[in-house]
Every structure is written in C-alpha cells, then in structure tokens.
C-alpha cells in the first residue's frame, strides 16, 4: 500500500477541513452550538442517506459474503468497549460507574458516524484494494449499528445505573435501547439490509435524490469536529493517555488479529482495522456534556487521540497489510 496515497488523499483532507473548522471556532465565527447543530445535519439526515443508498444498492450474495465481518465487528468492538468499561472502572479509583460508562462512550467507540466515510472511500476505493463503494459503506454501515444501536445503548445503560445507584431513584434499563433504534443513523441502515434481504431492487433513479445531501456527510462532519475541539481545554492526565491507548493501538490490534484466525477478506480486513482504529466517538463526548460526567478527561483523550491519529491511521494499514502477507490471506 503507497502510504503517501493514505496521507495526501485521507488524513491531509481531514487535516484541512478540521483546521478550518477549528480555527473558525477561535475566531467566534461558529461555536459549540453552532457544532452541535452541524452534527445533528450529519447524524439525521447526511449519514443516514449514506448509508442507506449504499447499501441498499448491494445485493443479498454481497450481504451473505460479509457475515463474518458483522459477527467479528460484534463480538470484538463490544469486548473492547467493556474492557475500556472495566479499566476506567476498577483501574482509577475516583472513577464513578458513570465516569467509567462515558469513557467507554468514548474510548471503546470509534467515531465511524463523522469520520467513518472520509477515511475509508479515499483508501480503499483505489488500487490496490479496488473496494466498492457498496463494500465501504457495509463496513461503516456495521461498525455504525455496533456503535450507534449496542454501544451507546449500552453505555447509556451502565451510565444511568451509576446515576440511578448514587440517586437512589431506578430507570428503565430499556429505555436506552429503544433511544438508540429511534435514531436514523441506527435503523436507516437496518431498514437497507432488511430491503436487500426482501430482494426490491433499488430504483436506479432514486439514487440522486439521497446523493445531494449524502456528500455533505464527511466534509461537514469534520469541520464540525474542528469545531468542538477548539471549545476543548486540553489538560493531558493519565487517564488521557490510557483512553488514548485503549482506542488507538489495542482496538485495531484486537480487530487485526481475530481477524486474522478467523482469515477475513483482505479488503474487509484493512478496512475494519481502519474503522477500529479511528480516534474515540464524538458521540461520547456529546453525552458527557449532557449528563454532564467525565468532560474534561473525555475531551483531552479525543483530541489526543485525533492528533494521533495522523500517525497511526498509515501505521495500521501497513501493519495490517504485512500481518496479512505473512498470514497469507492476500
């Protein structure tokens, strides 16, 4: 893999249009809310019609194909996310149950939903991966409904019952779960492989109309990060650099090498580890500061890791591409 083709035409990119972001910020042209109203358009709307398009233009052989993908996305992301859960938890002792549910929010989550699309279409939809663009979004399309419609409610839940234990007051351990399946970015890709496993062929001519607003997707979610970050105080501590770790090097470590018993597709692969290794959600970070619990932590180990992330998105592709050749499953 031409690693000078990942930096100039995936993380350059993103560099530039997170820095136009963030310097709009300092100067007071937008702000926080200005932010959060930017990830709204991007998680009801822009996201969804992605995924949803991309999708439902697969057919049911391609969905069958990418079983084990689904099942190795599961299984490991979730595992990470309660590893992440039990080292806030039981690792740092001023840490509350609800401390430990948001940093699992946010590190044991990869933001796919902001930067999911503009990372992976520039890699992968070239030589020599060649992948389709039905092939990445059912990647995003996975790792998002683990995050959006397991993970958050989840972390939702764990968070909710340290609140609802240190409160004494009890909430519905459901009601999270039925949050999350409501959001468009949760059903509008099941609502895709449910269409595809139906067998109706997606209109040719529909596509257009989901295509407008489905490229404003990556280019405006991540100027909206660059947004959030400027709003960000950071202060690096130990439990930074931890979450920083946990997301960066063991949860693509984790996806590479049970991936790699199990011989996954070498494209599905790269682009799961890729997915894998994207900086912390920054859905973590939005419900921190609604229930506000873990913000200035949560906030430092996002944009350690998003800085991070320059080196080690490269780092990883090469990794996963050399772990491969001497696996033999390229």
């Known amino acids: ?28 042209v937008f702000d926080g809310n200005d932010a959060k109203k930017f990830n709204k358009v991007v998680l009801d709307y822009a996201l969804p019609a992605a995924l949803f398009v991309s999708i439902a233009q697969s057919s049911r052989s391609e969905l069958g194909a990418d079983m084990k993908l689904s099942i190795i996305s599961l299984v490991v992301l979730m595992a990470c996310f309660m590893l992440v859960y039990f080292v806030f938890r039981y690792g ?36 020599p991966f060649g992948a389709s663009q039905g ?21 939702l839940a764990l968070l909710n019952a340290g609140n609802a234990k240190a409160s004494g007051k009890k909430e ?10 409501k959001q468009p970015v949760a059903w509008a890709p099941i609502l895709a492989v449910v269409w595809v496993l139906v067998g109706i062929p997606f209109p040719k001519w529909l596509a257009p109309s989901f295509d407008l607003i489905k490229g404003a997707n990556a ?15 950071i202060k690096i501590n130990l439990q930074a650099i931890v979450g920083s770790v946990l997301k960066l090097i063991i949860m693509p470590a984790a996806v590479l090498i049970v991936g790699i018993l199990f011989k996954m597709d070498y494209v599905n692969l790269q682009m799961l580890v890729a997915a894998a290794a994207l900086p912390p959600a920054f859905s973590g970070i939005i419900i921190a500061d609604e229930y506000d619990t873990y913000v200035a932590t949560g906030t430092t180990s996002l944009t350690l890791s998003v800085i991070l992330y320059i080196g080690f998105c490269p780092l990883w592709i090469w990794i996963t591409e050399v772990a491969a050749h001497a696996a033999g499953i390229c």
Do not use: C, R
């Open 1 to 28: 893999m031409d690693l000078s083709h990942v930096l100039l035409y995936a993380i350059v990119p993103i560099v530039v249009v997170m820095l136009a972001g963030y310097l709009s910020g300092k100067k007071g």
């Open 172 to 181: 519905s351990p459901w009601k999270p779960v039925i949050n999350a399946l």
């Open 219 to 233: 280019s405006m979610a991540v100027f909206s990060a660059g947004i959030t970050l400027s709003a960000i105080a």
């Open 92 to 127: 740092f002792k001023k840490n509350t149950q609800a401390d430990a549910a948001v940093a699992a929010l946010i590190s044991g989550s990869p933001t796919i939903g902001f930067l999911g699309f503009a990372v992976l279409e520039p890699i992968f939809e070239v030589a």
């Open 135 to 155: 092939a990445v979004a059912l990647v995003v399309a996975i790792v998002g409904i683990v995050v959006n419609a397991v993970g958050i409610p989840v972390g």
